[in-house]
RNA sequence: CGGGGUGUAGCUCAGAUGGUAGAGUGCACGGUUCGGGACCGUGAGGCCGGCGGUUCAAGUCCGCCCACCCCGACCA
């Protein structure tokens, strides 16, 4: 049932409990189109940190930030074959404008490989240009069926890295850069202990030859494709004749990569690190670190103090470029504020009022452990409360991390698999003899899809018992249900 | 596109057997409050998803649409 808070508890239905939160915690709201949604500026605050951080980690790597244009020719989008297949369900087309039909009809970008490609071929002329390394950060539409906040939406915000280098090592490097930036960004970021790895065949991006991604475990044991990084090796370089004069003035066909980190995330951060109480925010995503509140007060004399006792206390923060917000709102009672606070994630809550101030101290709490309330001197406040934040910071990855182990196992025969997604729905990790015959199988039998081979067992040469099959396999794979 | 469900105030919903619109919450204003979602008073806010039918009379009954949600197929 719904508390004071009117939030559903997470453990009883995590979707109900997602979708109230989000209105709640003011993260967005759903647009006047199916499967749209608005996200609002507290939303909209954690995508843009999350921008600012990736973007100067693209940046430093050399990295150009450019922008391609949203409506793609029809014509261009079908170039590769598996691209088309792959993308065209979901689709959106414009056939009309200016009030006639169009000759040829426009997509609305999906990816922008086929532009940016198309592009590239013209750019790309000598080993000189080499690498091309672009990255965009826009929207792209694809219509989907089933659609929920963040996770699954018709329209999503993201950046997509792509690159274009002599040699498949070079590009492969590439690829494993990108891959690395994602693992970084949500562990030390987000806060989120991933999965991370190798895609099998019926689960690679249209177009590619390889796809690593990183797989969040989600608080039900579901999956959520967190970031991938695609090798495209000469896929899209043939049809979009990428050539190059190598140094040897031989003409060569280049080798790209593909990469992107979406909207999804947000997904992902608000459901891991969530609770009864709302959101709970990693302090380096958070758009506010700290919420001073003041305990209201008639008396003009004493709400003059607290002002002055704020203002001292915000010096004490910015000195270590703490992001704060302040709330002496007179009008709603504490306890409405505080709740309001614990809503929106706020990692540390300082309370003020004239005992504080006549004492010299604040009272001060973190988001991750609200029994916990600690007096603390205003003297030494900054770097007390920038050690707070690490440590919630790094306290919320634990979590995570221990989460991920707890929704984990190891099956090896396939009616504990079952038994597993039935009854407890996990991440599995098992032997799986990498046919797609199996695979698809144990799809229809347990809605447990592939996820990756993860990396440090890419290149396993353990021999077991498919899970499914019996027959022979090399390495072991993660199973779960996709969300 | 299959199977199920719901459309009434910003939000959550109530409105038996047809008789002309309600609550909680939120919002606005005034006052008393204020150390964990306070209270009193006043007020604003509705083409009851749309079209058609039955009827003296439809939120309510019938038909047809439409939209959204949940469960499948597709998916960052």
Same mark, same amino acid.
């Given at each position: 049932?719904?508390?004071?808070?009117?939030?559903?508890?997470?453990? &009883?239905?995590?979707? &109900?409990?997602?979708?109230?939160?989000?209105?709640?915690?003011?993260?967005?709201?759903?647009?006047?189109?199916?499967?749209?949604?608005?996200?609002?500026?507290?939303?909209?605050?954690?995508?843009?940190?999350? $921008?600012?951080?990736?973007?100067?980690?693209?940046?430093?790597?050399?990295?150009?930030?450019?922008?391609?244009?949203?409506?793609?020719?029809?014509?261009?989008?079908?170039?590769?074959?598996?691209?088309?297949?792959?993308?065209?369900?979901?689709?959106?087309?414009?056939?009309?404008?200016?009030?006639?039909?169009?000759?040829?009809?426009? $997509?609305?970008?999906?990816?922008?490989?086929?532009?940016?490609?198309?592009?590239?071929?013209?750019?790309?002329?000598?080993?000189?240009?080499?690498? !091309?390394?672009?990255?965009?950060?826009?929207? +792209?539409?694809?219509?989907? #069926?089933?659609?929920?906040?963040?996770?699954?939406?018709?329209?999503? #915000?993201?950046?997509?890295?792509?690159?274009?280098?002599?040699?498949?090592?070079?590009?492969?490097?590439?690829?494993?850069?990108?891959?690395?930036?994602?693992?970084?960004?949500?562990?030390?970021?987000?806060?989120?202990?991933?999965?991370?790895?190798?895609?099998?065949?019926?689960?690679?991006?249209?177009?590619?030859?390889?796809?690593?991604?990183?797989?969040?475990?989600?608080?039900?044991?579901?999956? !959520?494709?967190?970031?991938?990084?695609?090798y495209l090796g000469q896929n899209f370089a043939k049809p979009f004749n990428i050539q190059f004069s190598d140094r040897q003035n031989k003409l060569q066909y280049v080798h790209q990569t593909s990469w992107g980190l979406s909207?999804?995330?947000?997904?992902? !951060?608000?459901?891991?690190?969530?609770?009864?109480?709302?959101?709970?925010?990693?302090?380096?995503?958070?758009?506010?670190?700290?919420?001073?509140?003041?305990?209201?007060?008639?008396?003009?004399?004493?709400?003059? *103090?607290?002002?002055?006792? $704020?203002?001292?206390?915000?010096?004490?923060?910015?000195?270590?470029?703490?992001?704060?917000?302040?709330?002496?709102?007179?009008?709603?009672?504490?306890?409405?504020?505080?709740?309001?606070?614990?809503?929106?994630?706020?990692? +540390?809550?300082?309370?003020?009022?004239?005992?504080?101030?006549?004492?010299?101290?604040?009272?001060?709490?973190?988001?991750?452990? @609200?029994?916990?309330?600690?007096?603390? *001197?205003?003297?030494?406040?900054?770097?007390? +409360?920038?050690?707070? @934040?690490?440590?919630?910071?790094?306290?919320?990855?634990?979590?995570?991390?221990?989460?991920?182990?707890?929704?984990?196992?190891?099956?090896?025969?396939?009616?504990?698999?079952?038994?597993?997604?039935?009854?407890?729905?996990?991440?599995?990790?098992?032997?799986?003899?990498?046919?797609?015959?199996?695979?698809?199988?144990?799809?229809?039998?347990?809605?447990?899809?592939?996820?990756?081979?993860? #990396?440090?067992?890419?290149?396993?040469?353990?021999?077991?018992?498919?899970?499914?099959?019996?027959? *022979?396999?090399?390495?072991?794979?993660?199973?779960?249900?996709?969300?």
């Open positions: 049932m719904q508390d004071k808070k009117m939030l559903p508890k997470k453990a &009883d239905n995590i979707s &109900d409990w997602y979708l109230s939160l989000i209105e709640r915690a003011d993260l967005a709201d759903y647009g006047p189109a199916k499967g749209t949604i608005v996200i609002k500026p507290y939303g909209y605050a954690l995508w843009e940190n999350a $921008v600012h951080i990736l973007d100067s980690w693209f940046k430093e790597a050399g990295i150009q930030n450019a922008y391609f244009p949203l409506l793609i020719p029809y014509s261009l989008l079908e170039r590769e074959t598996s691209h088309i297949q792959g993308f065209s369900p979901e689709l959106a087309v414009v056939t009309h404008a200016g009030g006639k039909e169009l000759a040829e009809p426009l $997509v609305v970008r999906p990816t922008s490989e086929t532009v940016m490609y198309e592009m590239f071929s013209k750019w790309i002329g000598s080993h000189r240009d080499l690498p !091309l390394k672009i990255n965009q950060w826009c929207n +792209v539409v694809r219509w989907e #069926l089933r659609t929920f906040p963040f996770i699954r939406t018709c329209e999503f #915000l993201w950046q997509e890295g792509h690159t274009a280098h002599e040699t498949e090592e070079e590009a492969m490097e590439m690829v494993l850069q990108a891959l690395d930036w994602y693992k970084k960004f949500y562990e030390e970021v987000f806060a989120i202990s991933p999965y991370i790895g190798e895609k099998s065949g019926s689960e690679r991006f249209a177009g590619a030859k390889r796809t690593f991604s990183i797989e969040l475990v989600m608080p039900d044991g579901k999956a !959520l494709q967190g970031a991938t990084s695609h909207t999804r995330a947000l997904g992902g !951060l608000i459901m891991t690190h969530g609770d009864d109480n709302g959101l709970i925010l990693p302090p380096r995503i958070a758009p506010y670190q700290v919420i001073i509140i003041t305990i209201n007060s008639k008396d003009q004399q004493t709400a003059a *103090k607290l002002r002055a006792y $704020v203002r001292t206390i915000e010096d004490q923060l910015a000195k270590e470029d703490i992001r704060i917000t302040t709330d002496s709102d007179n009008d709603k009672t504490l306890g409405y504020r505080m709740n309001e606070a614990e809503i929106k994630g706020i990692p +540390v809550r300082i309370v003020v009022g004239l005992n504080e101030y006549d004492e010299k101290y604040v009272t001060l709490s973190r988001r991750d452990k @609200l029994e916990e309330k600690q007096k603390v *001197k205003l003297n030494g406040l900054g770097e007390y +409360v920038r050690d707070v @934040l690490e440590d919630i910071q790094g306290s919320l990855l634990e979590k995570s991390e221990k989460m991920k182990q707890n929704l984990t196992v190891d099956v090896n025969n396939f009616d504990e698999f079952k038994r597993v997604m039935q009854e407890e729905r996990k991440f599995i990790r098992a032997y799986w003899d990498e046919s797609e015959v199996t695979e698809k199988t144990i799809k229809e039998k347990t809605k447990a899809t592939t996820r990756v081979v993860e #990396l440090e067992h890419i290149s396993d040469t353990d021999e077991g018992p498919c899970v499914y099959t019996g027959n *022979k396999a090399r390495r072991k794979w993660l199973f779960a249900q996709a969300y």
